[in-house]
T-cell receptor, first 114, second 109 residues
Framework: NAGVMQNPRHLVRRRGQEARLRCSPMKGHSHVYWYRQLPEEGLKFMVY????????ESGMPKERFSAEFPKEGPSILRIQQVVRGDSAAYFC????????????FGPGTRLTVT | DQQVKQNSPSLSVQEGRISILNCDYT??????FLWYKKYPAEGPTFLIS?????DKNEDGRFTVFLNKSAKHLSLHIVPSQPGDSAVYFC????????FGKGTRLHILP
């Protein structure tokens, strides 16, 4: 029973490029959450998605960031025109239903913008 | 405005002794509190949780205490083991899970 998968684990982008981060939830989980962790900070909620729906994107920056969770395939967090401040670890978590108190996290993608 | 605060960035404890990690919160609407453990280069893993209607939850070596009047919770690990060295995140839930900044626990041999 595979856990939450994220790829790539490390991603280097130059300023102005696009970054695409992928997350495959645990089998049977239809709720996906994205978090960002800046150095020396805790995890900050970005967005909560169910299949084909964005439920809560209150933590997403208003520009350049978008997320999707299509009917088939992984959830994608897309960052357009990356800047140095986007360098962080991005974690995806999944859960089987909305009200669970427990989320299962992937290993994260470390994005470095040069 | 931090709703979940872990004021100790790090803590060192002798192996075999008790480790106590503290967490304060400001939002009285939180209904669940959680502790996650994180090793380097890995995602956080769920450790233990407590409902806001309880004041204690125990699971093996791990016990979480909740003091609602003080808006304070703590995680006790006893006895502490070398494998407990990690970053511990306190988290709280209302309609989303909000994390503290974490406390790095070092278990000394």
């Amino acid at each position: 029973n595979a856990g939450v998968m994220q790829n790539p684990r490390h991603l280097v982008r130059r300023r102005g490029q696009e970054a695409r981060l992928r997350c495959s939830p645990m089998k049977g989980h239809s709720h996906v959450y994205w978090y960002r962790q800046l150095p020396e900070e805790g995890l900050k909620f970005m967005v909560y998605l169910q299949k084909e729906n964005i439920i809560d994107e209150s933590g997403m920056p208003k520009e350049r960031f978008s997320a999707e969770f299509p009917k088939e395939g992984p959830s994608i967090l897309r960052i357009q025109q990356v800047v140095r401040g986007d360098s962080a670890a991005y974690f995806c978590a999944s859960s089987p239903w909305r009200e669970t108190e427990e989320q299962y996290f992937g290993p994260g993608t470390r994005l470095t913008v040069t | 405005d931090q709703q979940v605060k872990q004021n100790s960035p790090s803590l060192s404890v002798q192996e075999g002794r008790i480790s106590i990690l503290n967490c304060d919160y400001t939002n009285s609407m939180f209904d669940y509190f959680l502790w996650y453990k994180k090793y380097p280069a890995e995602g956080p893993t769920f450790l233990i949780s407590i409902s806001s209607i309880k004041d204690k939850n125990e699971d093996g070596r791990f016990t979480v205490f909740l003091n609602k009047s003080a808006k304070h919770l703590s995680l006790h690990i006893v006895p502490s083991q070398p494998g407990d060295s990690a970053v511990y995140f306190c988290a709280a839930r209302d309609d989303k899970i909000i994390f503290g900044k974490g406390t790095r626990l070092h278990i000394l041999p």
